[in-house]
């Protein structure tokens, strides 16, 4: 009970953190997805054994990529990320180390798995009328979520991937579906107003698929980077829920997708 108390605690302290960041606008959001940023490089760059006084250069260098690609609305970043880029690669010369080409693919995969994806929650924040409709996203990942942990408790029977992860099922995988399209369906239908983003249903209900699948892809993906690392968890920057790479992994395949589907249906 107390660890369930922790973790629901946790939980809705972390929500609130995101809500009233969005709620605030596309600075507050900025601000966010650099946290995120920071604190995903680092837990990455610990989980790859990397996070030593020897590697600060290296980890200033990510540190700085990835803060290029949150801010990209702000200013000219994609130059200075490809700078950065550029000078990683130097460094690497003056780094004496057993196998540099994993080192660099390390840095350049943590720059790119991170740093991308949360630049493009800034872009969606920014270029679609209203930052609320990031909310709805959100909205629809912890309900996709929380869909498929209840029928896949109750009825999970078929295993999703079990290569990858065991305990994922089909049954939950179209539990989260069901509820993510019910929730795309009421959020067209009453909630256009308050997520500033006017679309007919089947645009809203195709939102809700998107971030089904793509919710469920980027939960595969992190369990992939952790079963290569033989690790559990990413982190315990939150009690009860892991570290933040744990958090953020859906978003981390839903920002990119959402944000190219939102352009196409847009044009």
């Known amino acids: 009970m107390k660890k369930l108390l922790v973790r629901t605690l946790s939980g809705l302290i972390y929500c609130a953190i995101i809500i009233t960041a969005i709620w605030f606008g596309t600075d507050t959001v900025t601000a966010l997805a650099a946290l995120f940023g920071v604190l995903g490089i680092l837990e990455f760059t610990k989980i790859c054994g990397n996070l030593t006084s020897g590697h600060i250069p290296v980890i200033l ?23 950065v880029l550029i000078l990683r690669l130097i460094v690497e010369l003056y780094i004496n180390e057993d196998n540099p080409l994993r080192s660099l693919s390390e840095s350049f995969f943590g720059q790119l798995y991170i740093g991308l994806p949360l630049g493009c929650m800034v872009l969606i924040a920014t270029w679609f009328y209203s930052p609320m409709i990031l909310m709805a996203i959100f909205f629809l990942i912890w309900i996709n979520d929380t869909g498929a942990f209840v ?27 069901v509820f993510s399209l019910i929730a795309a369906y009421l959020f067209g239908t009453y909630c ?58 859906s978003l981390l395949l839903v920002a990119p997708a959402a944000m190219i589907y939102m352009i196409l249906v847009t044009l």
């Not at 260098?61 to 700078?83: E, K």
């Not at 089947?202 to 033989?230: A, N, Q, Y």
């Open 61 to 83: 260098l990510d540190i700085s990529g990835v803060l290029a690609l949150c801010v990209s609305p702000y200013i000219v970043s994609i130059p200075i990320w490809i700078g």
């Open 151 to 177: 029928t896949g408790c109750t009825l999970g029977r078929h295993r999703l991937f079990e290569r990858i992860s065991p305990k994922k099922s089909w049954e939950g995988f179209f539990g989260g579906l």
């Open 192 to 249: 256009q107003d308050f997520f500033g983003w006017h679309h007919n249903i089947w645009i809203w209900i195709g939102l809700g698929l998107i971030t089904t699948i793509f919710s469920t892809w980027g939960d595969l993906v992190e369990s992939l980077v952790k079963r290569t690392l033989h690790i559990k968890d990413s982190g315990n920057i939150i009690p009860g829920h892991g570290g933040i790479l744990d958090r953020i992994d």
